[in-house]
């Protein structure tokens, strides 16, 4: 079992970051990917980005070049570096994390970006 818990968020204008946590407690041994997902308005819940063990990162199209995911095993901790925030970024981040094929789901921290 795992239970993740998201940190980070709130309310930025436009063009300002943010740095999203997530941390893992319970059998936090073998987690294998990492992610962060939203569904901005209109469109399809995404992974906005992922990262996994040996620290290989991918982004959805939107998020490539603003953000940056990183990784600290030890520490059992994820980081979302947000920069160059638009409006269009406002949306509930949910930490996602897998482990021995099942996936776990954070509560969510909630990002608003001001236009």
């Known amino acids: 079992q795992v239970q993740l818990v998201e940190s980070g968020g709130g309310l930025v204008q436009a063009g300002g970051s943010l740095r999203l946590s997530c941390t893992a407690t319970?059998?936090?041994?073998?987690?294998?990917?990492m992610g962060w997902y939203r569904q901005p308005p209109g469109k399809q819940r995404e992974l906005g980005a992922a990262?996994?063990?040996?620290?290989?990162?991918n982004y959805a199209d939107s998020a490539k070049g603003r953000f940056s995911n990183s990784r600290d095993i030890a520490k059992n901790t994820m980081y979302l570096q947000m920069n160059s925030l638009m409006h269009q970024d406002t949306d509930v981040y949910s930490c996602?994390?897998?482990?021995?094929?099942?996936?776990?789901w954070g509560q969510g921290t909630q990002v608003n970006v001001s236009s």
């Open positions: 990262i996994t063990r040996d620290g290989v990162a």
């Open positions: 996602t994390a897998t482990r021995l094929g099942n996936d776990y």
């Open positions: 319970g059998s936090t041994f073998l987690i294998n990917v």
